[in-house]
């Protein structure tokens, strides 16, 4: 591990300042930021600790939906009693990511930041336009059988590794940020993740200093909430698709992991099929939502499990009186 300078931010605003000097990092819970110091990979000079910053609480908005804190960890998420009753496909979601110990550390914060989860960006010895732009890309040549299917390029092809944001996506949740200037945002989730173009090593559209203080999820829609994970052991392991799905007849949600750059979500894809029976939805739903894809011969089998994945959630949960 490289050396670094260390400081404690009191304020909000006093972390965003003193991260917008080149080669600052933030750190919280550090689940993934510390193992990727450890590799080589992160090299920041200086980290500011944001971790007693008061960004730890849930709370109910004016409209009726709910704020959370950047520093809200995930066990807290997930076990909170509105998030439980209102947003399941949230708390879902969550639990299904890592292990218990890290998701006591894990913040939802640091869960939107995840770095990918390719072997080729962790492996320091081979090309990789996400951790050396411009060196290229190992993966599009080599093992891509864990990678994205759709939103890549000929630079990156490398997924999203968080759960929770998938819920998030399906939620319409946004993100809501601090500049150092004092200037607040609120993203939304497709605009808060860059597609990697020519520049993947540029993975969200943060500015330097800019600091995530929140999410906050709209007024709950009701419905079903599912979310279905397939991987390849049955825990603390990385999707190979997932599916995040509120279900409520014609005005049913989906999003989709594991097979992008940021969570997938088509929402013209989602009234395809409406009123068919769930393999006719599913391939409607699936069909349209990934006509772009571009999956390699090792990952190809994505698209039809996702399909079989959908299917699989749209049986489980069906009405009476809708098709079987």
Sequence with gaps: MRAFTYERASTPE???GATV??????IAGGTNLLDLMKLDIERPSHLVDIGRLDLNRVTDTTDGGLHVGALVTNTDLAS???VMAEY??????????ASGQIRNKATTGGNLLQRARCSYFYDTNLPCNKREPGSGCAALTGLSRPLAVIGTSDACIAQHPSDMAVALRVLDATVNTLQADGTTRALALDDFYRLPGDTPHLETTLEAGELITGVTLPPPVGGTHVYRKVRDRASYAFALVSVAAILNGRESRFAFGGVAPRPWRDEQAETAGA???????????????????RPTEQNAFKIPLLRRTLTAVLEEHATPGEPK
């Excluded at 000097?21 to 933030?26: D, E, I, S, T």
């Excluded at 399941?88 to 990511?97: C, E, K, P």
């Design 275 to 293: 009123g068919s029976a769930p393999d006719g939805r599913a391939r409607a739903v699936i069909g349209t939502a990934f006509a772009d894809a």
């Design 88 to 97: 399941g496909v949230l708390s879902r979601a969550t639990l299904a990511g």
């Design 80 to 82: 909170h009693p509105r």
């Design 14 to 16: 006093a972390a965003a």
């Design 21 to 26: 000097a080149g080669g600052a990092k933030f």
